[in-house]
């Protein structure tokens, strides 16, 4: 496919910025259900996104509209900081599964040591059908499924304890990264080979 070309595949993007005075921007743009709301405000080449459809009106719904609340949602861009300074900017597409991937990405890079695109390549693991603030309630504890790359005697050692396995094996999440340094600045990027995207220095 040529560049700029949309196959009508791809309705997310996570996108993170930094530059020589030390600002950094996470960011997730996503059009969500039917790509979008169909409308495209004039002159400026983009659909609006109807995210907002996981917000809820009825004010007894836990995930209900209402001033100075987060609701529930799955726009999750993050951000690291140590002693209130700015260290890591990174993402991590993907739905629910935003915040299981954060955390793998961040076990890595912390707990492991490894460095912002060895982070994002190791395979991860997904679990599916926990109980949601929309309403939805978890069923016999879910399903765990994992990525390739994760050897059958892990699988298996999961099932021994319990867990439910899901059949097959497919990537999960797309993640891009951005590490600061100090003293003096620099910058180590990181881009996950599942998806489109690369790590770009200047």
Same mark, same amino acid.
């Given at each position: 496919?040529?560049?700029?070309?949309?196959?009508?595949?791809?309705d997310?993007?996570?996108?993170?910025?930094?530059?020589?005075?030390g600002?950094?921007?996470?960011?997730?743009?996503?059009?969500?259900?039917?790509?979008?709301?169909?409308m495209?405000?004039?002159?400026?080449?983009?659909?609006?996104?109807?995210?907002?459809?996981?917000?809820?009106?009825d004010?007894?719904?836990?995930?209900?509209?209402?001033?100075?609340?987060?609701?529930?949602?799955?726009?999750?861009?993050?951000?690291?900081?140590?002693?209130?300074n700015?260290?890591?900017?990174?993402?991590?597409?993907?739905?629910?599964?935003?915040?299981?991937?954060?955390?793998?990405?961040?076990?890595?890079?912390?707990d492991? $040591?490894?460095?912002?695109? *060895?982070? &994002?390549?190791?395979?991860?693991? !997904? /679990?599916?059908?926990? #109980?949601?603030?929309? $309403?939805?309630r978890?069923? *016999?504890? &879910?399903v765990?499924?994992?990525? !390739? /790359?994760i050897?059958? #005697?892990?699988?298996?050692?999961?099932?021994?304890?319990?867990?439910?396995?899901?059949?097959?094996?497919?990537?999960?999440?797309?993640?891009?990264?951005?590490?600061?340094?100090?003293?003096?600045?620099?910058?180590?990027?990181?881009?996950?080979?599942?998806?489109?995207?690369?790590?770009?220095?200047?």
């Amino acid at each position: 496919m040529s560049p700029g070309a949309w196959d009508g595949s791809k309705d997310t993007i996570y996108l993170t910025a930094a530059d020589r005075d030390g600002n950094m921007v996470s960011l997730i743009q996503s059009l969500y259900y039917g790509w979008g709301s169909h409308m495209a405000p004039p002159s400026v080449g983009f659909p609006i996104q109807n995210r907002g459809e996981l917000f809820a009106l009825d004010p007894k719904h836990r995930n209900r509209l209402e001033p100075h609340k987060r609701p529930f949602h799955t726009i999750i861009p993050a951000f690291v900081t140590k002693g209130g300074n700015p260290v890591f900017s990174f993402g991590v597409m993907g739905g629910d599964f935003q915040p299981q991937g954060h955390a793998q990405v961040l076990m890595n890079l912390l707990d492991f $040591g490894m460095s912002v695109q *060895q982070a &994002g390549e190791q395979p991860r693991v !997904r /679990h599916s059908g926990s #109980s949601e603030p929309t $309403g939805s309630r978890m069923e *016999q504890g &879910g399903v765990v499924s994992f990525e !390739r /790359h994760i050897p059958d #005697s892990v699988i298996q050692q999961m099932a021994d304890m319990g867990h439910t396995i899901q059949g097959g094996k497919s990537d999960h999440g797309g993640y891009q990264g951005i590490w600061r340094a100090d003293d003096p600045l620099r910058w180590f990027g990181g881009s996950d080979p599942r998806k489109d995207g690369c790590a770009i220095g200047y």
